[in-house]
Structures are given as C-alpha cells and as structure tokens.
C-alpha cells in the first residue's frame, strides 16, 4: 500500500509516534498543547483510564474514562498497545486510532508514562520518538505544582515524592530536555520532530523522487 502524501515535503512518508513523558508539573501538558495547536498534523492519542475524571476534564477528549469492568474487558479483547497502573489507576493506549494514524501518514502525540513507553518501543519500536521533559529542579517542580493551583498539598507531597522514581526512567528516552522555559523548550521539541520527519528511513517517497530527478541523467 502507498504511504500518504507529506503535507511538508510534498512526498511519502511514514508516520511518527512521539512520546511525551515527564513528572507531573515539569511542563508536560502545556508543552503539548502548544505542540498541537502550532502544528495540526499532529493528533493526540486519547488514553482510556479508570481514573475518576476531574473537574474541568471532558469525557472522550481529555480521556475516555471507563470503568474497572471494561478498563478488563478492553485487555481481554486486545484493545490496548500499551498499558500500566499509573498512582492507583490503569492507563492504556487504544490500538486502533495509532493504526489508523501510522496508515495514513498522520503523527501522534502520547503522554504516557515511562512504563507505557517501554511497552510502545517494544511494539512499534522504529516508528517511535522518545521525548522526556526535566525540571530545573526539584524546588522549580515543587513551585510549579503549587502555583497549578489543582493539586491538595497531600497530592502534591505525593507528586513530588513519585517524581524521582519517574525521572530515574530519563535514559530510556530518545531526547531529554530541560524545561527552564516553554517557548524554547517548544522550540526543541518543535525541532526534533522537524528532523525525525526527515529521516531517510521515514522518507518513503524518495526512492522515487531520486530515480525521477536522476532519471534523465540515466537515460541519456
Ligand atoms: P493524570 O492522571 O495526571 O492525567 O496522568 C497520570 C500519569 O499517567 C501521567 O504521567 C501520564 O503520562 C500517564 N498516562 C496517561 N495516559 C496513559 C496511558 O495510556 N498509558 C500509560 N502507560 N500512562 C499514561
């Protein structure tokens, strides 16, 4: 089957599975969403998760919030590519939306754990961009989930003491920045998926573009 057409390049390529992965308050969220909205080639995946949806959160777009009975019945059925208990809740990442994206040459954007991105490196290894975001520090972190404003100090305490366990996963990851400042953390992230995208390997189409623009040259 013909890959789609590169919006960019103009020329067929694969998609790419970027992963997101931080503790929580080093960046993470806003990150992606600058992501998307500077860049509307890239969808976010939607992760089902057990979790009870929280105020301010819409059911089918921040996540889709299922029960414990189904969160089961979807593993049963091979619904997940990935999925893991996440402080006390189960996460996963349905397959079919990142089938349906890497067909038609479209690039989504997972926030996941560390645990989730070992499993999706597993399953689509060469397809996958491994992105971890570092605070500039510990107390920078601290601050930051305070000034969120959503967060209990017990939840924070929480958050803060989970944090060293996520980030000790940091040499896993493909690309690890320091998120001292978002618009030029943007700007890296923006410029990693910028390169990843031109990759010879993801760059199907130019097998044809060179034997056209050699082609002449060939015949004469
Ligand atoms: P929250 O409940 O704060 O939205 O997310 C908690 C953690 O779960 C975050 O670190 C997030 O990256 C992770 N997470 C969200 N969706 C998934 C998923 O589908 N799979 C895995 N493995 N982790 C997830």
């Given at each position: 089957m013909d890959l789609p057409i590169d919006e960019q390049s103009g020329r067929r390529r694969r998609g790419l599975l970027i992963v997101l992965s931080s503790p929580s308050g080093?960046?993470?969220s806003t990150i992606s969403?600058?992501?998307l909205e500077s860049d509307s080639t890239i969808t976010m995946s939607i992760s089902a998760t057990t979790r009870p949806i929280r105020p301010g959160e819409q059911d089918d777009v921040d996540y889709h919030f299922v029960s414990d009975a189904k969160f089961d019945a979807m593993i049963a059925a091979g619904d997940f590519v990935e999925w893991a208990p996440v402080f006390g809740h189960r996460y996963g990442t349905p397959k079919v939306p990142v089938k349906d994206a890497l067909r038609d040459g479209?690039?989504?954007?997972?926030?996941?754990?560390?645990?989730g991105t070992q499993q999706l490196h597993s399953a689509m290894g060469e397809d996958l961009?491994?992105?971890?975001?570092?605070?500039?520090s510990l107390a920078e972190l601290e601050r930051r989930l305070h000034q969120r404003g959503t967060d209990s100090g017990e939840v924070i305490g929480d958050r803060m003491s989970r944090a060293a366990g996520e980030i000790s996963h940091w040499a896993e990851y493909d690309y690890v920045l320091v998120n001292s400042e978002t618009e030029s953390c943007l700007a890296d992230v923006r410029a990693i998926v910028a390169a990843e995208r031109l990759k010879r390997s993801r760059q199907a189409g130019l097998v044809t573009f060179v034997r056209d623009l050699v082609?002449?040259?060939?015949a004469a």
């Open positions: 080093a960046g993470k969403r600058m992501l479209r690039d989504i954007l997972f926030d996941i754990d560390w645990q961009v491994r992105i971890f975001l570092l605070p500039p082609g002449t040259r060939g």
